[in-house]
C-alpha cells in the first residue's frame, strides 16, 4: 500500500516539475520589452504583443505592419510562415484560445504572412497549427501581426 501511494506521489511530483519546466522554459524564452512588444530570444524577433484586432486583408496587414510604431522602432513588417509558426504551441492553449504564448494576444485564429504567391498569401492558423491560404482581399478571422528582425535584443531607455 505504501508503495502504490509512493508510485502515486512520485507521478504526481514528475508531472508537476514537467508543467514548471516548460512554464519556466517559456518565460525565459519570451521577454516583455514593454507593454507593446515581446522579444523571442529563441528566434531572435521582436514581435508586436497584439494583433491589429479586427478583420483585414493582405494588404492592409501589410501596410499596417510597415506603418506600425512600437518601442521606437519603425521597422516592422510583415512575418513570413516560418516566423509565425515559432509562436505555435502545440497541445496548449493561451490565455486567448488559440495554440500561442501567453506573451502574444491575438483577437482570432489567423495572421496573414508575407508569402504571397497568384493572388493569394499564406496564413497561420492557432487553431490548428496549418498554413492555408487566402486570396489577398479576404478578411474574415484575419488579422496582422507586426514583427521585426533583430540580432539581439536592444534595449532603449
Given at each position: 500500500?505504501?508503495?502504490?501511494?509512493?508510485?502515486?506521489?512520485?507521478?504526481?511530483?514528475?508531472?508537476?516539475?514537467?508543467?514548471?519546466?516548460?512554464?519556466?522554459q517559456n518565460k525565459e524564452?519570451?521577454?516583455?520589452?514593454?507593454?507593446?512588444?515581446?522579444?523571442?530570444?529563441?528566434?531572435?524577433?521582436?514581435?508586436?504583443?497584439?494583433?491589429n484586432g479586427k478583420d483585414i486583408?493582405?494588404?492592409?496587414?501589410?501596410?499596417?505592419?510597415?506603418?506600425?510604431?512600437?518601442?521606437?522602432?519603425?521597422?516592422?513588417?510583415?512575418?513570413?510562415?516560418?516566423?509565425?509558426a515559432t509562436l505555435y504551441t502545440e497541445g496548449k492553449k493561451g490565455k486567448s484560445g488559440y495554440f500561442i504564448t501567453d506573451f502574444i494576444t491575438i483577437t482570432d485564429?489567423?495572421?496573414w504572412s508575407a508569402d504571397e504567391n497568384m493572388g493569394g498569401a499564406a496564413i497561420f492558423s492557432y487553431n490548428t497549427g496549418k498554413k492555408p491560404a487566402g486570396f489577398l482581399a479576404d478578411t474574415y478571422?484575419?488579422?496582422?501581426?507586426?514583427?521585426?528582425?533583430?540580432?539581439?535584443?536592444?534595449?532603449?531607455?
Open positions: 500500500m505504501r508503495l502504490i501511494r509512493f508510485i502515486i506521489v512520485l507521478l504526481l511530483f514528475s508531472g508537476f516539475s514537467q508543467a514548471f519546466a516548460e512554464e519556466t524564452r519570451f521577454q516583455v520589452v514593454d507593454k507593446s512588444i515581446v522579444f523571442d530570444s529563441q528566434s531572435g524577433l521582436m514581435w508586436a504583443s497584439q494583433d486583408d493582405w494588404y492592409t496587414a501589410k501596410k499596417y505592419c510597415e506603418e506600425f510604431e512600437a518601442g521606437g522602432y519603425t521597422d516592422w513588417r510583415l512575418p513570413d510562415i516560418k516566423e509565425l485564429c489567423c495572421p478571422q484575419l488579422r496582422a501581426l507586426p514583427v521585426r528582425s533583430t540580432k539581439k535584443m536592444e534595449m532603449h531607455e
